[in-house]
């Protein structure tokens, strides 16, 4: 059985600190009333920063995967955010984040997304 840990739930201004720090533009108002744009660029950066892939490599249309469809040109972008929300649900799952959801980049709410930064 996996060891299991709990990380602390940051304050508001820890949050914005520690993200600040890492250059991840993220304020207070965006953490309060969290904005899917907002936080998907704020994610995005945490995927870029922590898992060491460039956002050029993360969106590239992978060869394989554009062989198989008809129009592939049709498909680069919604192929490319599918890479990067797997990537993304995988960092939150290693993060001990194993419910992170679509809901938390569609329809944010506070308590889960202050929870999800604090990972």
Avoid at 42 to 51: G, I, N, Q, R, S
Wanted: glycine content about 4%; overall charge negative; aromatic content about 10%.
């Amino acid at each position: 059985m996996a060891p299991t840990y709990s990380f602390p739930i940051l304050g508001n201004h820890e949050i914005i600190a520690c993200l600040g720090e890492l250059d991840i533009p993220l304020t207070e108002q965006d953490l309060l009333k969290p904005h899917p744009d907002t936080l998907y660029r704020a994610y995005e950066e945490m995927v870029v920063l922590l898992c060491g892939e460039s956002r050029e490599a993360m969106y590239a249309p992978e060869l394989d995967a554009a062989d198989v469809l008809e129009f592939p040109e049709l498909y680069e972008e919604a192929i490319g955010n599918l890479k990067f929300t797997r990537r993304l649900f995988d960092l939150m799952r290693r993060c001990g984040v194993p419910d992170f959801t679509l809901r938390d980049l569609t329809k944010p709410e506070y308590t889960r997304t202050r929870r999800n930064v604090s990972a």
